[in-house]
């Protein structure tokens, strides 16, 4: 909407000349209002700026907060085998761990640890399930917890994912210890995922139907993957299999969870949407969102895997579009 051309109505009395409540501007960023006839100013841009960039740089991550979200604390003295059975009965993917008496939080587990944790127990240390949670991320842990606060912009927070690899960020409030929030990455464009170049082209990770978890985790661990796509004797696409679907495959084994790395992976694997080359970003994240992993994968016209999306790449793509979106408009002055 050209900001030019604002006017107000109001009933019985016709047109009113605009107000100047925002600088003169060329565009303007509207977000609906609760009530469907309200909109809030965002930010304002001018034809010169990248709109996304501005948009992202104006909301802060109080601003993505669900209104009903919640987030899974698990006390680091719980051991590992409960810890990880109360991550999968949440139905979250992460949970953060915390000193009950100090209430400081030490670090965060997510069900890569659960697969991590079955590696070291067939190979390590057989006694790890019922360790203190605590102790995993003090010997085991990977990364160090990344945190940012309810006043960090959004661009900013996707920065940090970025820089750290990380699929999730707490969020804390600015002056206290109390966990608010954790949020994912998730935001959009408008060109094809084949076009745009992003995520994994070729090379793609793949497993057989007629293989056993035990070969995913170990690839799952050893490539850093979230999924890793299903195919059968002619390399065509069946479906994905995800660290959540061992989860979920995992709980049945509870009393002696180490029978997963036996179980078929055409028993656990999952038919989600794929993706085509001509599909936007945008309609590549609404296909990611419907699956609820953080990958997508693309198929050509004979259903083989040519590639592969994640939330990460979509990011990095929308904080790198700046720079892109400078150099084209100084290649049309």
């Known amino acids: 909407m050209n900001v030019l051309d604002c006017f107000e109505m109001e009933e019985g009395r016709g047109r009113l000349p605009r107000r100047l409540s925002v600088p003169e501007t060329d565009y303007v960023i509207l977000r609906r209002q609760p009530r469907e006839s309200e909109l809030e100013i965002v930010a304002v841009v ?155 082209w070729g090379n793609i990770v793949t497993v057989t139907s007629d293989a056993c ?30 660290k959540n679907d061992i989860m979920r495959e995992l709980a049945g084994h509870f009393y002696n969870y180490l029978e997963i790395v036996n179980v078929p992976v055409e028993n656990v694997y999952r038919v989600p949407p794929f993706g085509r080359p001509t599909h936007t970003v945008y309609e590549g994240i609404a296909l990611l969102l419907s699956s609820d992993d953080q990958c997508l994968f693309i198929v050509d016209c004979d259903q083989r895997v040519i590639a592969s999306v994640a939330f990460t790449d979509i990011v990095g793509y929308i904080l790198n579009s700046s720079n892109r979106y400078d150099d084209e408009i100084s290649a049309t002055k």
């Open 213 to 242: 978890c035990g070969e995913v985790i170990d690839k799952l661990l050893t490539a850093k993957l979230s999924c890793i796509a299903v195919v059968n004797e002619h390399n065509i696409m069946l479906g994905k299999i995800s």
């Open 46 to 200: 001018d034809r010169h700026m990248d709109p996304y960039k501005q948009y992202m740089q104006s909301l802060l991550c109080y601003d993505l907060a669900p209104v009903h979200g919640s987030v899974v604390l698990i006390d680091g003295d719980l051991p590992m085998r409960k810890s990880l059975f109360a991550l999968y009965q949440s139905g979250h993917n992460a949970a953060v761990v915390i000193n009950s008496i100090a209430h400081n939080p030490i670090g965060m587990i997510t069900v890569t640890d659960c697969l991590r944790a079955i590696v070291l127990a067939l190979n390590i240390d057989p006694n790890i399930s019922d360790r203190p949670v605590c102790d995993f991320i003090r010997v085991y842990g990977t990364k160090s917890l990344v945190t940012a606060t309810v006043s960090m912009s959004v661009w900013d927070a996707a920065k940090l994912f970025r820089l750290n690899h990380v699929h999730r960020i707490p969020i804390f409030q600015t002056d206290e210890n109390d966990l608010f929030i954790d949020i994912l990455s998730p935001y959009l464009m408008q060109r094809t995922l084949l076009d745009s170049g992003i995520g994994t």
